[in-house]
Every structure is written in C-alpha cells, then in structure tokens.
T-cell receptor, first 115, second 112 residues
Framework: NAGVTQTPKFQVLKTGQSMTLQCAQD?????MSWYRQDPGMGLRLIHY???????DQGEVPNGYNVSRSTTEDFPLRLLSAAPSQTSVYFC??????????????FGQGTRLTVV | AQSVAQPEDQVNVAEGNPLTVKCTYS??????LFWYVQYPNRGLQFLLK??????LVKGSYGFEAEFNKSQTSFHLKKPSALVSDSALYFC??????????FGTGTKLQVIP
C-alpha cells in the first residue's frame, strides 16, 4: 500500500506561473482534501471532495482550483502563483464519517516557494 | 462554523513526567475528534480518535485523550513523557459536510 502520494516534494515558481500539485491515494477513500501549513496558522483547508465529481471550498480557496475525476486522484491547481502562496501543502484522504475508520492519511507534503 | 482551539503554542515537560496538551472544539452535532502528530519535515500521523463510547480513548505510543462533552474539550495525555515524544501535535474535529478542521498546533518539548 502506497497510501497518499504527493508530487512534487519541492517546487519553486515565479510569480504568475501556474502549476498542478498531484495527489493520489490507493485506499479507495471517498474523502480527499488539500491543506496548506504556515507557521503559527496550523493547517488550513483549501478544498475538499467527498467523492468523484464532487468538490467544495474550504477556508482559503482563492487562487486554487481542484477537480476529482476519479476516486484516486485529487490534483490542486495554482492558477497564477503569488508569493502569498509560499507554503507547505498537504493532501489527505479518509473514509467518510459513518465508517469505523475515519482518520486521515496524509501525504509527505509539497514545499512550494513563489519568488 | 466548526473550530478547534489549542491554547498553548508550546508545552515543556521533563522526561518521565506526565504531559497534557489541551484542545477545545466547537461543532454542530456529534463530534468526531482526532489527534495527530507531526515530526520535522514529515506529514501528519494519526494518534487517536473519539467517535463514540468511552470518554477515555487510547492511541498509539502510550497516548490517551479524554473527551469531555460539557467542556467541549479533548485533551491529549501521556503518563510518562519521552524525549522522542517531542513533536508538533494537532487536534482536529470533523463535523458537518465531512469537513475536518485543525487547530494551530502545539509544540511539545520533552526535556531530558
């Protein structure tokens, strides 16, 4: 079991560039989400999905897009990178509530720097 | 809106002493509560959860947490701290619409 796989691990972007952070899970989890982690701010929810074809916004969605065409994949797109998007990004997946095991599994993170 | 508060940015404890990391939450309906740990340059790892049942839940590495509905708290505890427990700890709540909200994290420093 690979769990949750995020790519790339590190990325440097110039202001205005776009890119896609990849996230894949092999546990058949319905729920997937993206967080950003900034010092003193904890993890803030960007977007989440409760199943293929269904996505919704979290606390800090501006500047990011997501789609969920399959159960396994949940890519995060930065439309036009800004220095304020410099952060560590984590993807997580879990079963939905109602299942016995609803804890989240996290990827190893993507450290993004926008210059 | 659901929320989680971790009032201490850092907790220092001597090795061998008991430790407590505090967490309070706000959510509509019955809460699903979680604790995660993060080591440097790593993703978060699940420690324990409360879904229903006994208010005292036991998890990995000797950690436990006590759910208190009246105080809306879910404090993390361990009877005897180890230096290797030093890490960043996050409390999280899962409520309506499946969303999971995290606290800001508490850095635990265990002093030899």
């Amino acid at each position: 079991n690979a769990g949750v796989t995020q790519t790339p691990k590190f990325q440097v972007l110039k202001t205005g560039q776009s890119m896609t952070l990849q996230c894949a899970q092999d546990m058949n989890h319905e729920y997937m989400s993206w967080y950003r982690q900034d010092p003193g701010m904890g993890l803030r929810l960007i977007h989440y999905s409760v199943g293929a074809g269904i996505t919704d916004q979290g606390e800090v969605p501006n500047g990011y897009n997501v789609s969920r065409s399959t159960t396994e994949d949940f890519p995060l797109r930065l439309l036009s990178a800004a220095p304020s998007q410099t952060s560590v990004y984590f993807c997580a997946s879990s079963y939905s509530t109602g299942a016995k095991n609803t804890e989240a599994f996290f990827g190893q993170g993507t450290r993004l720097t926008v210059v | 809106a659901q929320s989680v508060a971790q009032p201490e940015d850092q907790v220092n404890v001597a090795e061998g002493n008991p430790l407590t990391v505090k967490c309070t939450y706000s959510v509509s309906g019955n809460p699903y509560l979680f604790w995660y740990v993060q080591y440097p340059n790593r993703g978060l790892q699940f420690l324990l959860k409360y879904i229903t049942g006994d208010n005292l839940v036991k998890g990995s590495y000797g950690f436990e947490a006590e759910f208190n509905k009246s105080q809306t708290s879910f404090h993390l505890k361990k009877p005897s701290a180890l230096v290797s427990d030093s890490a960043l700890y996050f409390c999280a709540v899962r409520g309506g619409y499946q969303k999971v909200t995290f606290g800001t994290g508490t850095k635990l420093q265990v002093i030899p």
